[in-house]
């Protein structure tokens, strides 16, 4: 069977983002005050095969864990939907 996972990965809260930063300052250079914080993280796609969802969550946590993120400074949340 086919899924498709939409993983988010974002800064943990704790965590100075330096990229978040630079826009939430720049946003303000271009008059838009109204916002007052940015958190800058990754989107990733990922397409795979799996026997069932379980199995699928099983595949995306591991390469979430050992390879997508950083785990020291990051956290994700993933949402899977099975493809016909």
């Not at 069977?1 to 930063?21: R, S, Y």
């Amino acid at each position: 069977m086919k899924f498709v996972a939409e993983i988010d990965i974002m800064p943990h809260k704790e965590l100075l983002d330096p990229q978040g930063k630079a826009v939430s300052h720049n946003l303000k250079n271009i008059n838009i005050q109204e916002v007052s914080d940015v958190r800058i993280g990754k989107h990733i796609t990922l397409t795979l095969e799996a026997e069932t969802e379980e199995a699928a969550r099983e595949i995306v946590d591991n390469a979430c864990r050992k390879l997508l993120a950083n785990l020291i400074m990051e956290t994700f949340t993933f949402e899977l939907s099975a493809q016909e």
